[in-house]
């Protein structure tokens, strides 16, 4: 039972990582209809300078994590105006590989930067970990704020988007673009918005996740993006309470996977889990089946 | 004219006359310089560098060594193997990891060159290849003693596994060191895996902790190793952790927090806090050269140099020895009784399958050093 709970905390922990990751990759396709393959690179990029920050600029963790914060919203908004922007109009295939090698710059561009050596990631937690039922249950200082993080992170966006005139704006572009622009919205800056804040959320996924996991190399982002971006088209790709809840069971499929079922399928049942969310409800958990007009 | 001519010829003949006394060896290999094994493939450049270098600075030969970079990758080391063939080398030391050099040794076999890998510790890679040869233990070899070790030295035998099913060289060790621990009579309580990809360990450290194993047997490299050792810490898990070679670089991750090692074994052949004088003027070098306490790759290359050399010269290769000549009498040599090196690893002899006979020694990480299991207690 004592271990059913530790893998229970153990899949919560991860899939709170895949959720915050995930909410990039929903909330700019909700807004810019685009699949950003870049986004888990992003994540990299933003453990990387948290990194630097602490190891070589001598900054605190929380500061580390600000810098992370800035230096990735910048990045985001610099993608999205150089390599997505001028490509509005295009197919959304030439969208697509475009995202693909913006992925491939970023991870080359940080193997130059920063040598393909792994870089051990100093946790910026510092609270210890929790222990439950007389030391049988242990839930790690980072699993807590991961877990806490990503249950700010929705109440904030979920408040932001249905409260803020700005969040009005993202829903309205979201929903019909024309008509937003018709009505007065800046569209390009509000898509510019949205990477900004999902470039954002990527640093704190990126901090976290190394936090945990503490293996830094170029292609740290890789799979944990692949995987997070699996969790959005499960809970319903564009649907912010969808990239929470398709991230949660995500986490605790791929735990439960490996702790009941093999270890070595834990990858393999994530992928399972998506081509059975395709096949059986195309648009995910919480998406909103959209009627084709013809 | 034809004076000037007579006396070029002259001065021509005087030189090859003088390169027949001193002969130049040109020695290639790939190893990862970059890319996730980098560790490795630049102690594996280093070591055999300053081998290079102290040989040419005795005087009596000269040692072109060039190591390109494979990155860990068998198509790039493919492309490197190429490159150092242009180069006219006679003959290889590498390639460092066993995928390049799974690669480059079937090529090899092919274009009849000698191949001394330093590192590379699958069986497959010398398999049914006349002219490869190995100056570490392989993979067989690493599992069977590590079990011995345990065994041996009293340390407990409630064993759990953690592996890589996705890596040769992990799988390799995994299944001798499970057959003859099985055969010692150990307790295995936990058998876990992961691949490449994987970035969470907590449900195999979950495992082996539920089921009580008091020592954890980590045939894999020190990449998941870290995360792993992270994370038992995390889970309060503190068994006894026992690696093999892959674990040696451990100590010289960026950012890594060494407490989180203390008290690590790991089974190599060669301890930098070895007391003999070769040991010790090797590890002085590598420190002021490099800044750093060199990791039994660098030891391996080291001696694989030297090993190529003492080869070469009881062959009787030259400077124009072309390297499909060169490759039949160094594969002579290595395998006749009566050729031994000795080196920093350990007194070598090598068979006919190309694998090297050498005693495996442990070592334990202490406040950041690697100490020999011996002087540790």
């Known amino acids: 039972m004592m271990s059913f ?24 396709y909700g807004i810019a209809k685009m699949l950003n393959f870049a986004h888990g690179d992003v994540i990299m990029v933003g453990a990387y300078i948290s990194f630097c920050a602490t190891q070589y600029w001598g ?17 985001g908004i610099v993608i999205e105006r150089f390599a997505y922007k001028p490509l509005r109009q295009a197919t ?45 249950l242990l839930i790690s200082g980072e699993a807590l704020v991961t877990i806490i993080c990503n249950v700010v992170i929705m109440v904030g966006l979920t408040l932001f988007t249905a409260h803020t005139k700005t969040g009005k704006a993202m829903r309205v572009v979201s929903e019909d673009r024309g008509a937003a622009e018709l009505m007065g919205i800046n569209v390009n800056a509000t898509i510019s918005l949205t990477f900004a804040i999902g470039s954002a959320l990527a640093a704190i996924a990126g901090v976290l996740m190394c936090s945990t996991y503490p293996t830094l190399m170029p292609t740290t982002g890789s799979m944990p993006g692949i995987k997070a971006f699996t969790a959005a088209v499960f809970g319903g790709i564009g649907s912010i309470p969808g990239a929470l809840l398709g991230g949660l069971l995500l986490g605790v499929i791929e735990i439960f996977g490996r702790a009941y079922i093999s270890t070595e399928l834990g990858d393999a049942l994530v992928f399972a889990v998506l081509i059975i969310v395709l096949l059986v409800r195309p648009t995910g958990l919480l998406g909103k089946p959209v009627r084709e007009k013809v | 004219m034809k004076k000037i001519v007579a006396l070029l010829l002259a001065l021509a003949m005087a030189l090859s006359m003088a390169a027949a006394f001193a002969e130049t060896y040109k020695i290639g290999g790939t190893t990862p310089l970059t890319g996730a094994a980098a560790v490795y493939g630049v102690a594996v450049y280093n070591g055999a560098s300053i081998a290079a270098a102290e040989i040419t600075a005795a005087g009596e030969d000269t040692i072109e060594y060039t190591g390109l970079d494979d990155q860990h990758d068998a198509e790039i080391a493919i492309n490197a193997y190429n490159t ?38 699958s069986t ?51 299944q001798t060191f499970e057959a003859k621990a099985k055969e010692l009579g150990f307790d295995i309580v936990s058998v876990t895996t ?4 994987t970035t969470d360990f907590s449900t195999q450290v979950a495992d082996a902790k539920n089921n009580g194993a008091e020592l954890v047997f980590l045939p894999i490299y020190y990449q998941p190793a870290s995360t792993i050792l992270k994370q038992a810490h995390d889970a309060e898990y503190a068994p006894v952790f026992f690696g093999v070679d892959g674990m040696d670089g451990i100590l010289t991750m960026e950012g890594f927090d060494a407490s989180l090692a203390e008290g690590v074994l790991l089974l190599t052949p060669f301890s930098a806090d070895a007391e003999d004088e070769r040991t010790q003027k090797f590890v002085a070098t590598y420190k002021e050269l490099y800044n750093e306490i060199p990791n039994q790759f660098a030891a391996d290359a080291y001696d694989g140099m030297y090993a190529l050399y003492q080869a070469a010269k009881v062959a009787g290769i030259t400077s124009d020895t072309p390297f499909d000549e060169a490759c039949d009498k160094l594969i002579a040599v290595f395998t006749s009784s009566d050729f031994v090196v000795e080196g920093i690893t350990g007194t070598m002899t090598w068979d006919a399958n190309g694998q090297v006979s050498k005693t495996p020694k442990a070592v334990v990480i202490q406040n950041g050093v690697y100490v020999g299991f011996e002087n540790a207690q």
């Open chain 2, 124 to 174: 497959q890679v010398t398999e049914g290849k006349d002219n490869v040869f190995q100056v570490c233990f392989t993979d067989p070899n690493q599992g069977l003693a590590s079990a011995e070790y345990i065994a041996a030295n009293g340390l407990p035998t409630k064993v759990a596994i953690i592996y890589n099913n996705a890596d040769a060289y992990s799988t390799g060790i995994y």
């Open chain 1, 5 to 28: 709970l530790s893998y229970l905390v153990n899949g919560i922990s991860l899939g709170s990582v895949y959720a915050i990751i995930a909410l990039g990759y929903t909330m700019v």
């Open chain 2, 194 to 197: 992961f691949t490449n990809d």
């Open chain 1, 92 to 136: 959304s295939l030439a969208v697509l590989i475009t995202a693909i090698g913006m992925s491939y710059l970023l991870q080359n561009a940080a193997l130059l930067i920063f040598g393909a050596n792994p870089k051990v990631f100093t946790s910026v937690v510092s609270i210890p970990s929790l222990s439950l039922f007389g030391g049988q």
């Open chain 1, 59 to 75: 900054l605190s963790p929380l500061l580390s994590v600000v810098v992370a914060m800035l230096v990735c919203t910048c990045l």
């Open chain 2, 84 to 121: 150092l063939l242009d180069a006219k080398i006679q003959m290889m030391l590498g390639s460092t990891t066993t995928a390049p050099s799974l690669a480059v040794s079937a090529q090899a076999f092919e274009d009849r060159i000698f191949m001394l890998t330093p590192s590379a510790s």
